[in-house]
Nanobody
């Protein structure tokens, strides 16, 4: 089972960045992203339900982030626009393998660091 995230980096406030996650060997009810900033609690950012493609976004990213999926390649993307310094965090690609719902995850891969700074 592997969730391999990539695409993090340094971007200026107001800029854009795209993350991708290659999923292999995993069956999931939902897949998505959570983030964790230093000294802060983990925050579910976005997820997509496998059955119907319905999506969820945290209020803090709604209207700025977009989750999408390439079913053929089993890759999940997170397009992040209008980035703010408070978006700085390690972003993890994660899966809900048991139907936990509400963007809760039970498995995740290595994170990728996103830094928003001028």
């Amino acid at each position: 089972v592997q969730l391999q995230a990539s695409g993090g980096g340094l971007v200026q406030p107001g800029g854009s960045l795209g993350l991708s996650c290659a999923a292999s060997g995993v069956t999931y009810y939902a897949i998505g992203w959570f983030r964790q900033a230093p000294g802060k609690e983990r925050e579910g950012v976005s997820c997509m339900r496998s059955s119907d493609g319905s999506t969820y976004y945290a209020d803090s990213v709604k209207g700025r982030f977009t989750i999408s999926r390439d079913n053929a390649q089993n890759v999940v993307y997170l397009q992040m626009n209008s980035l703010k310094p408070e978006d700085t965090a390690v972003y993890y690609c994660a899966a809900d393998r048991y139907g936990l719902g509400r963007c809760e995850f039970d498995y995740w891969g290595q994170g990728t660091l996103v830094t928003v700074s001028s």
